[in-house]
């Protein structure tokens, strides 16, 4: 796209336009098959197993990540439940209304969207676009008073992320990142071995995820997706280096493969290797492609080692394995666990563990590994 953002194209159609890589999410919308019956409607004052009532919250994109997880997610949260939604898509949040069970007039538009403000059970937006549009609708629904949760990654720019934090500040409310593998017990069980010293400090690090992209969609198109599979998923494997850490790495090195689909990755990476080095010396080294499969992390340290062996990042982590031996958790919903955790920060008034903070570093690193890889220089973050 050479053309600046919003060129020539009004939001509304700009929005319609990302049908493209949304639209299989209308199967299995059906009024028939979904539409609720009135003792299943939402209950503005349901209350959570606290007492206390429900935090409400809307969903604004309704693409595949917000019907295929966060929707599902919400039916199963203790502490919030999905009370609207915020769409370009009249038919489609009219269908989702029936189907989940929140009135009509929670349903709103991007250009009527400021009138969340006068709506009391809608306590939460969780933004679900492309990451080029996070910063436009994190700060409007700041500035209407809703808390916010962005997902990943965060925004296409470090100004914008901190142009997101800023707002959310001065209008009093809580932000937080959608970093669902916070939330994972296999992730907190990393985290923990960091924070206790179980294996000493680790050290080493590998990781790898990427699938193959078949169609094209947003995540290739550089206006909306900021890069490629290195904002959509090497963001994960930075954000694991650093829960292993404990802490940000220092400087980085990183080269782009050649291309083996030059027209369809036209705009972004296909593929790209990148390094980091941490202050105490760790390193971490890792692959992240739209053109080839691949989930595992494996991390290091003098006196033991954990080893994400399959499903690293996924929905449902696969196989992990330790120099003590295999690790059996549960499979819970990892977005119900995330957007419960951010309810009850507002509830309890406490910090997020993924506030805007982090979701800025993280774009710190990743603008850093594109740096490096244009230069073939090493980076400082």
């Known amino acids: 796209m050479n053309t600046p953002f919003f060129k020539n194209r009004s939001r509304r159609k700009f929005l319609r336009d990302l049908s493209l890589g949304t639209a299989a999410v209308a ?19 349901a209350k959570a197993p606290n007492g206390k009532k429900k935090l ?76 080029a549009l996070h910063p436009e609708f994190v700060i409007r629904a700041a500035k209407a008073g ?4 962005s997902e990943k990654p965060m925004a296409t720019s470090v100004a914008d992320c901190q142009a997101m934090i800023d707002a959310c500040n001065k209008a009093g409310v809580k932000f937080s990142i959608g970093y669902r593998m916070h939330f994972d017990p296999y992730a907190k069980e990393l985290m923990r071995l960091q924070r206790d010293g179980d294996f000493g400090p680790f050290m080493k690090m590998t990781g790898e995820f990427s699938f193959v992209m078949d169609s094209p969609e947003w995540r290739i198109q550089k206006k909306l997706g900021g890069g490629g599979p290195m904002m959509d998923l090497g963001i994960y494997i930075v954000q694991g280096a650093c829960m292993a850490t404990g802490q940000t790495p220092a400087a980085v090195t990183a080269h782009e493969e050649p291309k083996q689909r030059p027209d369809f990755f036209s705009e972004v990476e296909e593929t790209i290797a990148f390094h980091l080095e941490f202050p105490d010396g760790a390193i ?10 691949g989930g595992n992390f494996r991390v290091e340290g003098p006196k033991g080692w954990i080893d994400f062996q399959t499903g690293a990042f996924n929905y449902q982590v696969g196989d992990v394995m330790t120099s003590r031996g295999p690790l059996n958790y549960p499979n819970p919903d990892q977005q119900a666990l995330q957007m419960d955790d951010f309810a009850d920060c507002i509830i309890s008034n406490r910090q997020t563990p993924v506030p805007g903070e982090m979701g800025l570093r993280d774009i710190k690193i990743i603008k850093a590994v594109y740096q490096a890889a244009a230069t073939g220089k090493r980076v400082t973050v």
């Open 56 to 131: 409400g919250v809307a969903l604004l994109g309704l693409g595949r990540y917000a019907s295929g997880q966060l929707a599902p997610a919400l039916q199963e949260t203790n502490l919030c439940q999905l009370t609207g939604v915020v769409s370009g898509h009249p038919d489609k949040a009219a269908q989702w209304a029936d189907k989940y069970g929140f009135p009509q007039k929670n349903i709103y538009n991007y250009d009527n969207f400021d009138s969340i403000a006068n709506n009391p059970n809608i306590d939460i937006v969780y933004v679900v676009t492309p990451p």
């Open 27 to 45: 199967t299995g919308f059906g009024l028939a098959s979904c539409a609720k019956s009135q003792s299943d409607q939402v209950d503005p004052n």
């Open 146 to 149: 809703k808390h916010v949760i």
């Open 284 to 293: 971490c080294d890792a692959v992240t492609s739209f053109n080839q499969s």
